[in-house]
């Protein structure tokens, strides 16, 4: 067989995939170990055909697959890889640009600066930002904090009791001091002392709780004491590309840097982060290193001196293709489809008075939980989960097991929202 007849089978297997991922249990019903347990020990001696690998992904590999492209996902972050941007994966893969600096790859330089730009039109933030794509929110967090250190000299990091655990990660891996600070009403409380600080992080759509921070009064806290602010709208930022939903962009346009996922809620398959800066040259300070090998007669842009890694992967290439596939109008719909469709289960639990709604429904996340014991409604979600139709995961509040619908991948209907309730109420 050739690359091409091999091509062809791989992207029928991806289409069947796709057509067929909805009639498969969400949550993989296999054992730890049991994958492990059918796979060889040690590689193969002779070469087997590429057929050989895709029948294994039917036998092996499939059945011990967690669904994230199936329409009864809700669990942490509902995500979508969509066509143009796993064809985008495929073009990046086949030209394997590593962007060590712009010589080594012009294309993947100059694409990413425009389409993380476009990015940054879609969504009304600030003309003049720098930004650049990273891997993951954890390494674009990861990067600010870095930045805000070195521009600051201060090693104090403050977040939400609420903020993500990549705050405390990134804090725990530079040997920064972490500081959580109370939340009231799911919003990071201000009254903290900063003369120390390094920087604030804000969050803008909590993975519990898509709760909002006081952005603008962080931020005017922070710059008034010389900290840094890093926005963490992983999730939630994405949903600015609709006008009704930049209220909780509010103050953004103060922030030093910003982290927004489109792997998240753009269409894009993992991974892609996008992190912007209000400051790019202090923060190309804090990571510019350019050895002997390195250096080019251009005196041009190198993308690695934004961020920890060299080599850079050609991410852009999918970010562009599901832009031009899509449109914004596209995004938009299908941004609006995905609240409307949280809306309906909000409502469908709202009317129940045997659930409750623990938080307001934001965006395309429902935290609620029924009105019996925390472990009674933590064996519901096992069950629901084991029962392989739909897949929730849960969070805590105040203490109490409480549960998450999000909903986010776009072959999810209302008839699947109507089935989540009733697997939860059966
Ligand atoms: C608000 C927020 N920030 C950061 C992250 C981490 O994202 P990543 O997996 O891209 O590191 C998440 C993940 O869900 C998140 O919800």
Known sequence: MTFRDD??????WAARSLETVGELPVLAQVEPGELS???PASPPEEAEPFAAVLRDMDELILPAMTHWQHPRFFAYFAVTASEPGILGELLAAATNQVALHWRASPASTELEL??????RQLLGLPDGWHGHIEDTASTSTLAALIAARHVTGRNVVVCSEHAHSSVEKGARMLGMELRKQPAVELAMTTDFPLDDV???????GTTSFASVDPVRELAARAHAAGAWLHVDAAYAGSAWI?????WSQDGVELADSLVVNPHKWLMLPMDCSLLWTSRPDEFREAF???PEYLRTPEDVYALSEYGPALGRRFRSLKLWAVLRCYGAEQLRAVQREHIRLARVFARLVEDDPGWELVAPQRLSLVVFRKNVSDEENEQLVERANRSGEIFLSHTKLDGRYVIRLAVGNTRTTEADIHQAWEVLNR
């Not at 425009?114 to 990015?119: A, K, L, P, T």
């Not at 390094?198 to 803008?204: F, I, L, N, Q």
């Open 198 to 204: 390094a920087c604030v992080v804000a969050t803008v």
């Open 288 to 290: 510019s290193l350019v």
């Open 114 to 119: 425009r389409v993380v730009d476009w990015v």
């Open 37 to 39: 347990a059918k796979l």
């Open 7 to 12: 091509g062809y089978a791989a992207i029928d």
């Open 242 to 246: 609709c006008e009704e939903e930049r």
